[in-house]
């Protein structure tokens, strides 16, 4: 027979108080698990938020080089002295997105406005796919000491042939240029303005505001020091009206931040009032007084409105003269046709052939404010309007080829929407 041995283990139940201290140490611990991480989180969050701050906002950089090469002598506007001398030209917020393009709210007196400051050796734009400026020579190195009046006139009168092309009326534009370099208007033009005037005249936006200041969509130049402008504050600078923090920004996906932005948006008549003034706008761009301008990034974010809803350019920077985008792309050597793209609405075709790129641009003006604004303007449309606006719409946004190749169709379109939108809105208390 087998013997068995048969051990047993008594195992000792935890009592109350031990289990409650495990569970209190084990929360306790989980407690600064988390603290340390929202700490962590906080300090990552203020860091990468001061980084960004630090290096997109430097307009006390802009300041102190404006303010030294004034007190030189070297530069004079009419904004000098307000910023340097008597600090009545004040910078506010800081709405930069670039650190080579300083933007801030201001207030000059009475008047408020926005700032813009371009950082560096920045004298001309280059047509190129990255949107960046060139760099030149030296900022303020043009004209040289000893230029006189009737030089600069040439030097300001060959600019903008190169730029806008052979105009009949360019020593009009030329005259205009002129009338706003004399900033304390004393009938002369002294050295120190005109390389403040050279400077700007560089920029696509201050020579966009020179050329429309009397049309109503475009802010007017307030004054100037160097290449630092003062330009019309726009009241409501996006079209539409939900702003989240940058943090949730980071998470929402593009469609569902599309799907909330329409939401969140003026009444319908207003919203028909502002896209009127989009279509005014393509006007006034394309068949102004000094040539034809292309828009080459027609986007939400670059267009707002003032309290009567009345549609405001924000950003003109990446509106380019026709004349300048054909010279630039005649140049450009191309694989496929993707090379031959300015900024995100300015795109040719490629010849193959030739491995240059075309100088026609593919759509126009107008097809890019239609696609823009499609459900923007479709939203909350009337029933009895819906049906022939989205048609017209289309219609639109299947133009192709440059204006000038398609002028009736182009400007039929044009007309019949905004009889359309006209018609619909012209007894409302909203319009």
Not at 72 to 99: F, N
Not at 106 to 122: A, F, H, T, Y
Request: proline share 4%.
């Amino acid at each position: 027979p087998f013997t068995f041995t048969v051990g047993f283990l008594w195992l000792r139940h935890p009592t109350p108080s031990s289990t409650l201290g495990a569970r209190f140490s084990y929360l306790r611990m989980k407690y600064l698990f988390f603290s340390w991480l929202a700490v962590f989180i906080s300090s990552w969050v203020v860091y990468v938020q001061y980084s960004s701050y630090t290096e997109l906002c430097r307009g006390h950089e802009c300041k102190k080089t404006i303010c030294d090469k004034y007190r030189r002598g070297v530069i004079d506007g009419s904004a000098c002295s307000s910023l340097c001398d008597k600090d009545t030209l004040y910078l506010g917020k800081c709405l930069s997105s670039k650190p080579n393009n300083q933007v801030y709210t201001g207030s000059w007196g009475d008047l408020e406005g926005v700032i813009k400051c371009q950082m560096g050796d920045i004298l001309q734009y280059d047509l190129g796919a990255d949107m960046e400026p060139r760099k030149e020579a030296m900022l303020f190195d043009k004209p040289t000491k000893g230029t006189s009046v009737e030089k600069f006139k040439e030097m300001v009168f060959s600019y903008l042939k190169a730029k806008v092309g052979e105009q009949a009326n360019l020593q009009d534009l030329a005259n205009l240029v002129l009338s706003v370099a004399d900033s304390n208007k004393d009938g002369h033009i002294s050295l120190p303005e005109a390389k403040s005037a050279w400077a700007l005249l560089q920029l696509n936006e201050v020579l966009l505001m020179v050329i429309l200041q009397d049309k109503e969509h475009t802010p007017k130049l307030l004054g100037f020091c160097g290449n630092l402008y003062v330009a019309e504050k726009v009241e409501y600078t996006s079209l539409y009206g939900l702003h989240l923090p940058w943090l949730l920004e980071l998470w929402i996906p593009s469609g569902v931040r599309r799907s909330m932005d329409q939401w969140f948006t003026p009444s319908w008549p207003r919203k028909a009032k502002i896209f009127i003034g989009l279509l005014e706008l393509v006007e006034d761009v394309f068949h102004g007084p000094f040539g034809n301008f292309l828009m080459c990034d027609v986007s939400a974010t670059n267009f707002g409105y003032n309290e009567k809803h009345d549609l405001k350019a924000v950003d003109l920077r990446r509106v380019v003269p026709e004349a300048a985008f054909r010279e630039a792309m005649r140049d450009r050597h191309c694989d496929v046709d993707a090379d031959c793209v300015y900024g995100a609405d300015c795109s040719t075709s490629c010849d193959l052939t030739k491995r240059r790129c075309s100088t026609d641009v593919i759509q126009p003006n107008l097809a890019k404010a239609c696609r823009m604004l499609k459900d923007y303007i479709l939203r909350g449309a009337p029933l009895d309007v819906r049906e022939e606006l989205e048609k017209q719409l289309y219609s639109c946004m299947a133009l192709k080829g440059s204006a000038d190749q398609m002028e009736m169709e182009h400007s039929l379109i044009l007309n019949n929407l905004k009889t359309l939108l006209w018609k619909k809105i012209s007894n409302t208390k909203d319009s």
